[in-house]
């Protein structure tokens, strides 16, 4: 009995034995999988920001000193047809219904004991600039946003063409590892619609407009752990507005949205999208031919804008950067001589005719092979031949 008890005891030891092997062998499979893992992600990291301190900085052309004359003289912020149109509208009483509507529906998201003003102002060449108000009554937020964008105006000098107002109606502060995650899962890709403010009084906050226009924001947030571009953040600080930057960002941030509305250069009020994709775009009851059809000749006239003499377009351009864009692609240009030939069709300006010629030309004199009456190639000048027959 005491033999069979060993040898039980023994075959028990040396089982646990080959366990305990076999446990270490995994645990070190394991220590050197995360091992790995963790390398790759560091050296992900490591060339990501290469890459972003070398694409994704504003460059230089666009990094101009601030431009601001303190002496000049205070314009009136009733001077400025567009403010006093936009004033006018909402509180008058068509606009101010609108936002105590919408305020009221959107009571559970903004429990802040203020009103948040922003306006923007622009000659339309060139950025917007915001100002901003904060008090306990619209009037008075109203009222200190104004006073700021006349003291812009003022100070740099141009006329106002545009000017649109953003009335916050939702606010809701997050960490910003929690922004991190909801920039990264975004309803469309590199376009987060939300503002961003980094201070609980608004002193430091943007539109979303601002953070994708200026390029703020990291969408790959995942790979930098970060969602913010601070250099850009403190370039547009500087150049724009003459303010002091950021040395980090807080740890908290109010995440908001707006409810806005629109002066065009007639004095004409267009309220704007307060959700979705359409966010911040003026608002369309009906779509029709008479409202179509002005849109189709600007789209066109810029699309004819971009011609160059030898009839060849530019082909791209990175609104945020202000760089064009290289490379080309004939298709597309063939498919833009379609569109302005239609345009002349539209408006019979023979005017067109010339560059619309040379942009034929450059189709047929330098990108299309004939192999015989049956078939003619139009080559892409790369890596790729499309056939047409």
């Known amino acids: ?150 003291e812009i105006v003022s100070g740099k000098k141009y006329d106002v063409v545009w000017a649109k107002a953003d009335i916050v109606n939702t606010a809701k502060e997050i960490s910003k590892w929690a922004l991190q995650i909801e920039v990264s899962m975004s309803e469309q890709p590199f376009f987060y619609r939300k503002g961003i403010a980094f201070d609980n009084k608004f002193n430091t906050a943007f539109l979303e407009a601002e953070l994708n226009g200026n390029n703020m924001l990291t969408y790959n947030s995942f790979i930098d752990f970060s969602s913010f571009q601070l250099k850009n953040i403190n370039n547009y600080l500087s150049n724009h507005y003459g303010q002091r930057g950021l040395k980090e960002i807080p740890g908290r941030v109010t995440t908001f949205t707006t409810i806005g509305f629109f002066c065009d250069e007639e004095c004409n009020i267009y309220d704007l999208y307060t959700g979705g994709m359409d966010y911040g775009r003026r608002v369309i009851d009906i779509v029709d031919d008479k409202y179509v059809e002005p849109i189709i000749i600007n789209a066109a006239n810029y699309l004819y804008s971009q011609l160059l003499e030898d009839g060849a377009f530019i082909y791209g351009n990175y609104p945020i950067f202000d760089i064009n864009i290289g490379g080309y692609n004939i298709l597309r240009h063939a498919g833009s001589v379609w569109s302005l030939i239609n345009l002349y069709r539209m408006t019979n300006d023979e005017e067109l005719i010339p560059q619309i010629d040379a942009a034929v030309n450059f189709v047929l004199e330098e990108n299309i092979q004939y192999k015989d009456s049956g078939a003619a190639y139009v080559v892409e000048r790369k890596t790729e031949i499309q056939v047409f027959e």
């Open 1 to 150: 009995m005491s033999k069979l008890i060993r040898k039980k005891a023994q075959q028990t030891k040396k089982i646990a034995r080959q366990k305990a092997k076999r446990n270490k062998k995994i645990d070190r499979i394991v220590f050197f999988t995360v091992l790995t893992a963790v390398i790759i992600c560091f050296l992900f990291v490591f060339i990501s920001r290469i890459r972003s301190s070398r694409l994704i900085s504003l460059p230089s052309a666009l990094q101009t000193q601030y431009a601001f004359d303190y002496d000049a003289p205070q314009i009136d912020p009733s001077e400025i047809k567009q403010l006093a149109a936009l004033k006018k509208y909402i509180f008058g009483g068509t606009g101010l219904s609108k936002i105590n509507a919408n305020m009221r529906k959107n009571s559970k998201k903004y429990k802040r004991n203020d009103f948040i003003v922003f306006l923007s102002v622009s000659d339309a060449q060139n950025r917007a600039d915001v100002a901003r108000g904060v008090d306990n009554t619209l009037e008075g937020a109203w009222t200190q946003a104004e006073k700021k964008a006349a």
